[in-house]
């Protein structure tokens, strides 16, 4: 089966369904092909994905769980405690979206994108200011 095309291959049969009856593969810490800019940790306890986030959609990935953090004024995804900071940055936040994008404008499919824990490492502190909200 191309599990880059599942849901155009299935959508006769899940087109017309509820999208919360849909089952779709999911990515857990996802953006976390890599381990970079650790704090007290490294790749073995936070790198959490073999490949990045366009390799995950073509293995059929759907779903992301995204934990976003600033770093160096840049945002990345992380593997982090949120009340320690501990833990290392992934991929950049381009990176994820480009590939998101690249992704979507091949297959068109449904890409769902969660964001949480979002951590501000260049203030060591959990969740964004209102101006980091809106200008990052």
Avoid at 76 to 103: I, K, W
Wanted: hydrophobic share 30%.
């Amino acid at each position: 089966m191309d599990y880059s095309n599942w849901m155009h291959n299935t959508l006769a049969l899940i087109g017309p369904q509820p999208l919360r009856t849909v089952s779709m593969p999911a990515s857990h810490d996802a953006g976390m092909s890599s381990s970079n800019d650790c704090n007290m940790a490294n790749q073995c306890n936070t790198k959490t994905q073999t490949t990045a986030i366009l390799g995950q959609l073509q293995a059929g990935v759907r779903y992301f769980d995204i934990r976003p953090t600033i770093y160096k004024n840049t945002l990345y995804t992380a593997h982090l405690d949120d009340t320690t900071g501990f833990g290392c940055n992934g991929e950049s936040m381009q990176n994820v979206l480009s590939d998101v994008v690249t992704f979507i404008g091949r297959s068109g499919d449904l890409v769902i994108l969660k964001f949480s824990h979002y951590y501000d490492r260049d203030n060591n502190k959990s969740g964004f200011s209102q101006s980091q909200r809106c200008s990052s």
